[in-house]
T-cell receptor, first 113, second 114 residues
Framework: GENVEQHPSTLSVQEGDSAVIKCTYS??????FPWYKQELGKRPQLIID?????GEKKDQRIAVTLNKTAKHFSLHITETQPEDSAVYFC????????????FGTGTRLKVLA | DGGITQSPKYLFRKEGQNVTLSCEQN?????MYWYRQDPGQGLRLIYY???????QKGDIAEGYSVSREKKESFPLTVTSAQKNPTAFYLC?????????????FGSGTRLTVV
């Protein structure tokens, strides 16, 4: 069945260092890959997304890369700050409109000051 | 709540009791979803609806029921058959053909069995 694996489950980095979170998806028909940030007790918030016709997308300190052949995509956060500490979820979807997401299991990122 | 209102924010259920969680949206999105999140865990799909008067089971539908009588509303009932309902419940929406890809989430309902 459809599945998204996410690694690592927890990640601790020093402030200013980079963090990388990786996800692998199983359904080759997936073509939309969002990343969500969830702070404790809050709802997930979209931070960046990528579509399958693009290999990389960047937004300030955050970037996402996609390798369709290998069916994996990664979130890169540079110059990490304490406010980056949260749980990050990746997801895969087959397209626009009403397609459901398949979520990864989440990565708890701790940025140590 | 960014166009999605979930209520109540906190809910307490007694053993053997059915409770209903509300999700209302004014985004004119076609699809609505219910996810369950256990502490320290990911998001698991309970039910989803892509159009009014139609809905589909997700991965963990047992013990839950939904209805979609109008576009704006997708209530979730947690029945007494759900033996471990304590969790954080999130409602999400996304648009129809040609609309936005992304989910918009509500602020969630925290359900506790007492």
């Amino acid at each position: 069945g459809e599945n998204v694996e996410q690694h690592p489950s927890t990640l601790s980095v020093q402030e200013g260092d980079s963090a990388v979170i990786k996800c692998t998806y199983s359904d080759s028909a997936s073509n939309y890959f969002p990343w969500y940030k969830q702070e404790l007790g809050k709802r997930p918030q979209l931070i960046i997304d990528i579509r399958s016709n693009v290999g990389e997308k960047k937004d300030q300190r955050i970037a996402v890369t996609l390798n369709k052949t290998a069916k994996h995509f990664s979130l890169h956060i540079t110059e990490t700050q304490p406010e980056d500490s949260a749980v990050y979820f990746c997801a895969a979807s087959k397209g626009s409109g009403t397609y459901k997401y398949i979520f990864g299991t989440g990565t708890r990122l701790k940025v140590l000051a | 709540d960014g166009g999605i209102t979930q209520s109540p924010k906190y809910l307490f259920r007694k053993e053997g009791q059915n409770v209903t969680l509300s999700c209302e949206q004014n985004l004119n999105h076609d699809a609505m979803y219910w996810y369950r999140q256990d502490p320290g865990q990911g998001l698991r799909l309970i039910y989803y609806s892509q159009i009014v008067n139609d809905f589909q089971k997700g991965d963990i539908a047992e013990g839950y029921s939904v209805s979609r009588e109008k576009k704006e509303s997708f209530p979730l009932t947690v029945t007494s058959a759900q033996k471990n309902p304590t969790a954080f419940y999130l409602c999400a929406t996304n648009g129809g053909q040609g609309r936005s890809y992304g989910y918009t989430f509500g602020s969630g309902t925290r359900l506790t069995v007492v």
